[in-house]
């Protein structure tokens, strides 16, 4: 046996316990051991009698609270929806709101950091205003004449 | 007159038109699946019988929503499975805690058990009753994704369909599972030989 064939032992569902082949591969190979401890573990922490019914009076407690719940409704046992599309939405619109927030305290806590005293205090967007493209790029205020000088 | 013999999705139209001998019916057909399923998850009979009511109750409720196209079994399951989950998030262990109260004895029993030796009938129920414990202490959505697909034998569609998940992420809960489980298993020698 190898150890995809143990592990498929391991894992077929309905065997009460591995194979003995299964168990015997296993303590000869440390990865497929730990995979059958693993197994043995669920095994018996969910283990069940296969023909177990519920007591007697089942259907009969269950009318009891039945006829104190609330009757048959159209709402949709299917929660799906929430957790394939509310859930995301959520959590895109929460991430969205904290960026914003962050955003925000950022600009607060800068003075003047709104359009208009950014107009106002920027030296790009003085220069621009005074006509003065060269200080955009960085040029001495000299240079340019000097360049230009033959 | 409800004939015995109907289908299931007849019988959910009726259910859902308020007929409570067509529901009758229902739980006859499908309680001992729905019980045993719960018995997966809590060993206390009343515990599961509780769930199982829960999951009847619910489908009552929701008959109305009920598709015919899928099968009342996939309908049924999602609802166990969401009870499921919903009951075992309320019983959840921390795992050091689990671990730290186990017995150097229980330990050992579980430890030979897990070994695949074979053990006495008492120290085979301590061994079981401890490996719930242990198992209590996994994310219960994990649990029940590994329950489901190596014990009830569902494939990762049929698990992605009960959960309202995706395959990708079952395949992806029944690893992390399977990991934490190999993680446990790894540590109880220790505590047994404490």
New interface residues.
């Given amino acids: 046996m190898n150890c995809k064939e143990c592990r498929d032992e391991l ?1 077929r ?2 065997a009460a ?2 194979s003995a082949e299964a ?1 015997r591969h ?1 303590a000869s190979c440390p990865a497929c051991a ?17 023909g ?4 007697p009076g ?2 009969e ?3 009891r ?2 006829a104190s ?12 929806g ?3 599309l509310v859930r995301p939405a959520l959590a895109v619109a929460a991430t969205l709101a904290l960026m914003c927030a962050g955003l925000y305290m950022r600009t607060a806590s800068e003075p003047g950091a709104d359009l208009v005293s950014l107009v106002e205090s920027d030296p790009m967007f003085t220069s621009l205003l005074a006509g003065d493209p060269g200080s955009i790029f960085g040029e001495e205020q000299g240079a340019g004449e000097t360049a230009e000088t033959p | 007159m409800v004939d015995d013999d109907a289908s299931d999705a007849s019988l959910m139209r009726k ?2 038109g ?1 007929d ?1 001998a067509a ?2 019916i229902l ?2 057909r499908w ?2 699946r729905v ?2 399923l719960a ?3 809590f060993r206390r ?1 009343e515990d ?2 509780d769930v ?2 829960e999951v ?11 598709r015919s196209e899928a099968p009342l079994e996939h ?1 049924l399951l ?2 166990a499975t ?1 009870a499921c989950v919903d009951r075992l998030r309320e019983s959840r262990r921390r795992r050091e805690r689990v671990l730290s109260a186990i017995t150097p004895e229980a330990g050992a029993w ?1 430890d030979r ?4 030796a074979a053990l006495e009938a008492q120290e085979a129920e301590a ?2 009753g401890l ?5 209590a202490t996994l994310p219960p959505k994990d649990r029940t994704v ?2 489901l ?5 569902l494939t990762a569609q049929e698990v992605a369909e009960a959960t ?2 995706t395959r990708a992420a079952v395949k992806v809960r029944a690893m992390r599972a ?1 990991r934490a ?2 993680r ?3 540590r109880l020698p220790e505590k047994g030989r404490r």
Avoid: C, H
């Fill in positions: 894992r569902p309905g316990v591995p168990l296993a730990a995979e059958s401890r693993a197994a043995l573990l669920l095994r018996l922490g969910s283990a069940r009698d296969d177990a019914e519920p007591r089942f259907e407690r269950l009318r609270r039945l719940g609330p009757a048959p409704s159209g709402s949709p046992a299917w929660n799906g929430f957790e394939r | 259910v859902a308020g409570p529901f009758d739980v006859g309680r001992s019980f045993r018995l997966r998850f009979p599961a019988e199982a009511q009847f109750l619910k489908l009552y409720q929701t008959a109305a929503s009920y309908f999602r609802i969401n579980l058990a897990l070994s695949g061994a079981k490996a719930a414990e242990l198992l590994l329950v697909m190596d014990l009830e034998g309202g998940s399977r489980l190999r446990i298993a790894r």
